[in-house]
């Protein structure tokens, strides 16, 4: 699957997205070693403590089927279904993919049309946190 095509699946993914407090939706989708495909959108809550953000959604459900290798994941957000801006991980689901992924592990941003932006996680979490 190339990096657009992945893009295209993290907006279907944000089509399920539950944000009524904040508006801003999100999905990701993410690529198992082995080619598996795991759609993940935000899912807010009005305490908002317990709100879990796409790629940790995407993340769970694979790991909660058995997965445990990563290849890469594709995201975008944005007000409505208008990604005009690259959206990268927060800080919280940087730190979960660096507990199952590499430094090399790929994050691609999408927005609007079909430019992207690559990066590894160690670009976007240097020095972080693992066994």
Do not use: H, W
């Amino acid at each position: 699957m190339t990096d657009v095509e992945l893009i295209e699946k993290a907006k279907e993914a944000a089509r399920a997205s539950y944000s009524p407090y904040s508006g801003f939706t999100v999905g990701a989708a993410l690529i198992t070693k082995d080619g598996k495909l795991y759609l993940g959108c935000n899912i807010e809550n009005a305490s908002f403590s317990p709100t879990c953000c796409a790629e940790r959604t995407a993340f769970f459900k694979a790991v909660s089927e058995g997965e445990r290798e990563f290849s890469k994941i594709a995201i975008v957000g944005g007000k409505g279904l208008d990604f005009t801006d690259f959206c990268p991980p927060c800080g919280v689901c940087r730190q979960v993919m660096k507990e199952f992924c590499g430094e090399d592990f790929t994050v691609i941003l999408g927005k609007n049309g079909e430019e992207v932006k690559t990066l590894t996680l160690g670009e976007l979490l240097p020095f972080g946190f693992g066994l």
